[in-house]
């Protein structure tokens, strides 16, 4: 069975940082890829950031600018570094790998952002 490991959620307020962290199993994360969603109240899940083994990557509008995604190859950890964040960024945000039809999803970590 295969687990994404996510880390780096909590509270903070807005303007303020986090950083989410999420490992995979070595196999997993050197040919899939890899992205970070999220999911609010309410809400449909939507892709928020997305990056390949080469690097190439992908972000939402809502968090071009704000948000960085790379990946820790010695450590097979895919990171999400989120800056500026505002109440509507609040959510919980999933890790996903991905590779074609095959996919895994992390069991998602809570930010919530406040005053």
């Known amino acids: 069975q295969v687990q994404l490991v996510e880390s780096g959620g909590g509270l903070v307020q807005p303007g303020g940082s986090l950083r989410l962290s999420c490992a995979a199993p070595?196999?997993?994360?050197?040919?899939?890829?890899m992205g970070w969603y999220r999911q609010a109240p309410g809400k449909q899940r939507e892709l928020v950031a997305s990056i390949i083994s080469g690097g190439s990557t992908t972000y939402a509008d809502s968090v071009k600018g704000r948000f960085t995604i790379s990946r820790d190859n010695a450590k097979n950890t895919v990171n999400l570094q989120m800056n500026s964040l505002k109440p509507e960024d609040t959510a919980v945000y999933y890790c996903?790998?991905?590779?074609?039809?095959?996919?895994?999803w992390g069991q998602g970590t809570l930010v919530t952002v406040s005053s």
């Open positions: 070595g196999s997993i994360f050197r040919l899939y890829r």
């Open positions: 996903k790998a991905a590779l074609g039809l095959s996919a895994y």
